[in-house]
């Protein structure tokens, strides 16, 4: 009973310290947090001979926990292949932080491989979607657009989206810029980290686009594991707000 004590305040005291990290890791804290409570709220009441209440908040809790990791599994098998359409005639880079004027190390993983993409397929259009956030001193699209440009990108063929402030925004304003572009807006190739390929897929479905997707790597196992906690949850709003939307 001691050393199990002894787990629930370790995953406590995690759970807190990742809150508190500047990396934002606030979900895998709030998970660490509710497994930790939950389990010493289980042990309080297995001593107290609430037998009942034990067995089910301890079932809630295997659930739970099997649920998270059975969803950061697939969401990690889907980022590690690559589904690309070339019969797409524009791909989106979606966007992510940017340190004042600075891309952030995610956003520089999708530019690098975007750099590789434009090599890869001449004649695609690339817009670049995301909007000035805050802490940022630029839109991202043009922090991405002069990562690109000091990388040698032909910019002839790059555009800038800057209003969107989550992908499915991202998504809905390059369908509109593409469909001034003259292209087909329908048919996108999206370009992100690996580990938000799934929720992008599913959020261009949505929308009624035919979605191939291109993963940049996230090279950091440690961030990357915290990213596949958050993306879970970000899956299941992405759902809710589709079905408040049909």
Not at 66 to 89: C, H, K, N, R
Not at 160 to 179: I, P, Q, Y
Not at 211 to 235: H, I, P, Q
Request: hydrophobic share 45%; with cysteine; charged share 20%.
């Amino acid at each position: 009973m001691k050393f199990l004590k002894t787990i629930c305040l370790l995953l406590l005291v995690a759970g807190i310290a990742f809150c508190l990290l500047p990396y934002h890791m606030e979900f895998t804290g709030y998970v660490l947090i509710l497994v930790g409570a939950g389990l010493r709220i289980c042990l309080w009441l297995f001593t107290k001979g609430l037998k009942l209440l034990f067995g089910l908040l301890l079932g809630a809790v295997i659930l739970g926990t099997v649920w998270l990791t059975g969803s950061m599994t697939v969401i990690g098998l889907y980022g590690s292949f690559d589904a690309t359409l070339p019969q797409s005639e524009y791909a989106v880079v979606l966007g992510a932080e940017v340190q004042g004027d600075i891309p952030s190390v995610r956003l520089q993983e999708r530019l690098d491989r975007t750099l590789k993409f434009m090599e890869e397929y001449p004649n695609t259009v690339i817009i670049l979607s995301g909007g000035q956030g805050e802490g940022e001193n630029l839109p991202e699209s043009h922090a991405m657009y002069l990562y690109l440009e000091a990388h040698g990108a032909d910019m002839s063929r790059v555009y800038e989206e800057s209003k969107s402030r989550n992908t499915r925004e991202n998504l809905m304003f390059s369908g509109d810029l593409a469909e001034k572009l003259g292209l087909d807006r329908k048919k996108v190739t999206i370009i992100t980290s690996d580990f938000h390929l799934l929720r992008a897929e599913y959020i261009a479905s949505s929308l009624g686009m035919e979605a191939g997707s291109v993963g940049a790597l996230t090279k950091d196992v440690f961030f990357r594991l915290n990213y596949y906690v958050r993306e879970t949850f970000a899956f299941v709003k992405a759902i809710v707000q589709k079905t408040i939307a049909s």
